[in-house]
């Protein structure tokens, strides 16, 4: 093997630049695990190099252009020249993913696309190897980050679809022209690819129906907060009879589905099989750096033969004592001075409380506190102390509390 594997980057916007700069960062790191240190070896964009001069030069393409043409084109022909590529194009897939797939058949090469559905969640890797074996009968998701950041700041707030969607734009998370991610044709190319790896079917964009989110209101988000409903844009993957349907379109979520605490920019994707139940996997949904991160993955995985284990190349210490935020539970004798006692405990050992409950027993008391985090062996110590005081009528209970609050 050459010492250097040498990538050649179609396209250096947000995610093509983002990607860069995180190969540089990881390159020390991967070259451990490839055998071969990754570095970019040419970069295409409208006014730099040339095509045939970045595929010459390369082992391996990454396109992150976006569009049709010369997209496909350019796929096409590094697949022809033998070279694996990664892709984050997902209307490029939606539209001619045969096409290529076939072509990647034919000339023994990858095509791999993680960073085209979901950002960096690995929904595509999940369907295509973890979940291989099993028959799938639903994949349904928030796909499209930024009608879900909508819908949440509408949601939250009691904004307008117009406010929300112009907030949307000054943080990022919407581009000037919004038409692809606003009318779920952005989600529906993603569910196209999702259905296709699913079912094992072709799907075309054009047989996915979808519906955006521009006529939603505040008062339909009103309603719904009212009924304990949140609104979701959903893109749903199903069989359908002897059939698939695949769809997009806004639908209300009871607050206890898996999707319905998914909120700003986040994507969600939840597969379902009779074999496995149900995998809900999450996280951002697009930027920069999240996609770069998932095409690195795809990179890293074409550069090493698949299903092997590589060698461990840290030696990480395994840390026994974390924090942890507490619920505790302790069942006292009701007399006075009883909770000083144990606050006293508790701000010795820097324990700090973040609620406490107290309900008379007839004689006795029972006390329930949630503690903010701190590490685990000071907790204890505090613990102990309480459990050795006289008016304990039964040893303390404790339970761990995960106490983040996710976004
Ligand atoms: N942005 C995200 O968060 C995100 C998330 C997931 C997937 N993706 C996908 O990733 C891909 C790239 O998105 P992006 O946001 O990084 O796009 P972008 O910022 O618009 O960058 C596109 C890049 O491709 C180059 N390019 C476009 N057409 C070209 C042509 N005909 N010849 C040569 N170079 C060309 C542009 O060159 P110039 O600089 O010369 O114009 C630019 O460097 C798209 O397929 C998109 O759907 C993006």
Redesign the pocket.
């Known amino acids: 093997m050459p010492e250097t594997f040498r990538v050649g980057l179609?396209?250096?916007?947000?995610?093509?630049s983002a990607f860069e700069a995180l190969l540089g960062e990881r390159a020390d790191a991967i070259e451990p695990i490839t055998g071969t240190r990754p570095e970019i070896s040419g970069v295409?964009?409208?006014?730099?190099s040339s095509f045939e001069e970045v595929l010459a030069g390369s082992d391996l393409i990454v396109e992150?252009?976006?569009?049709l043409e010369?997209a496909r084109e350019y796929v096409l022909q590094a697949m022809r020249a033998g070279k694996h590529v990664v892709?984050?194009?997902?209307?490029?897939l939606s539209q001619h993913g045969e096409e290529l797939w076939a072509a990647a058949r034919e000339h023994g090469v990858q095509l791999r696309f993680e960073?085209?559905v979901a950002?960096v969640v690995p929904v595509i890797r999940v369907l295509q190897e973890s979940l291989a074996g099993a028959r799938i009968e639903r994949v349904h998701g928030i796909v499209n980050g930024t009608t879900n950041y909508i819908l949440s700041e509408m949601a939250a707030t009691g904004i307008s679809y117009e406010q929300a969607l112009g907030q949307a734009q000054g943080l990022g998370y919407a581009e000037a022209d919004p038409t692809d991610d606003v009318t779920g044709k952005d989600a529906a190319a993603k569910m196209a690819i999702l259905a296709r790896l699913a079912f094992s079917t072709p799907v075309h964009i054009d047989q996915v129906r979808y519906e955006g989110i521009e006529l939603i209101t505040a008062d339909d988000m009103a309603y719904a907060r009212d009924l304990g409903l949140g609104l979701k844009l959903i893109g749903t993957a199903e069989r359908a009879g002897d059939g698939i349907n695949v769809r997009v379109h806004p639908a209300f979520l009871y607050a206890a589905h898996p999707l319905a605490s998914v909120h700003g920019p986040f994507n969600a994707v939840t597969v379902e099989s009779d074999a496995i139940t149900e995998i809900t996997l999450s996280g951002p949904g697009?930027?920069?750096p999240?996609?770069a991160s998932a095409v690195l993955g795809d990179v890293i995985s074409a550069m090493i033969p698949p299903a092997t284990t590589p060698e461990a190349t840290e030696e990480l210490p395994i840390v026994e004592d974390v924090e942890s935020a507490f619920y505790i539970h302790l069942e006292v004798a009701d007399r006075p001075g009883v909770l000083a006692q144990i606050a006293e405990i508790l701000g010795l050992q820097g324990v700090s409380v973040k609620s406490v409950v107290q309900e008379g027993l007839g004689a006795d008391a029972r006390l329930v506190m949630v503690l903010h985090p701190l590490l685990e062996s000071r907790f204890y110590a505090a613990l102990r102390m309480i459990g050795q005081l006289d008016f304990m009528r039964s040893p303390p209970r404790a339970i761990r509390v995960i106490d983040e609050e996710f976004v």
């Open positions: 179609l396209g250096h916007g947000t995610v093509g295409l964009t409208r006014s730099r992150l252009m976006g569009g010369p892709s984050a194009n997902k209307q490029l960073g085209a950002g697009a930027g920069g999240q996609t």
